[in-house]
């Protein structure tokens, strides 16, 4: 038996459940165009998993899903159109948004894409030109 802590999280309807286990790989905001128009937002809040964290309990064939490019696969729920998570495979992550996993203690640690940024944030966190080289990027900040 595990004690790693779990948090669930549920579709706007909530005929799509699941649940989350262990600590995030990353957490933070995107600001990228791609995020802001799926999102409807000016920045996304991002907690990426491991794909082996990430459980769906109720509701699976119930989700749909949209890749507009291969690196990421956009998922929602079919019947309210409650957007779940994106899986970005090139990277071997899967970002649930962060306002679907309330009890989760959000502690962002970057900005990614923040050239491309509508809103400005001045919070003295990293600010990446796109992503960290791990994850495919230059690696770069830019000024807040």
Known sequence: ???EKSYTGNCFCGA???TVTGEPAAMGYCHCESCRHWSAGPVNAFTLWKP?????TQGA????TYHKTPASYRKWCQTCG???FTDHPGMGLIDVYAA???ELPYTPEVHVHYQ???????DGLPK???LPKEMGGSGENVEE
Do not use: C, W, Y
């Open 52 to 56: 082996e964290a990430v459980k769906i």
């Open 128 to 130: 990446m030109k796109d």
């Open 16 to 18: 799509v459940q699941f």
């Open 1 to 3: 038996m595990s004690n």
């Open 116 to 122: 491309e940024t509508v809103l400005h944030v001045r």
């Open 61 to 64: 064939d119930n989700i749909g």
């Open 100 to 102: 679907l996993l309330p």
């Open 82 to 84: 409650g957007h779940l």
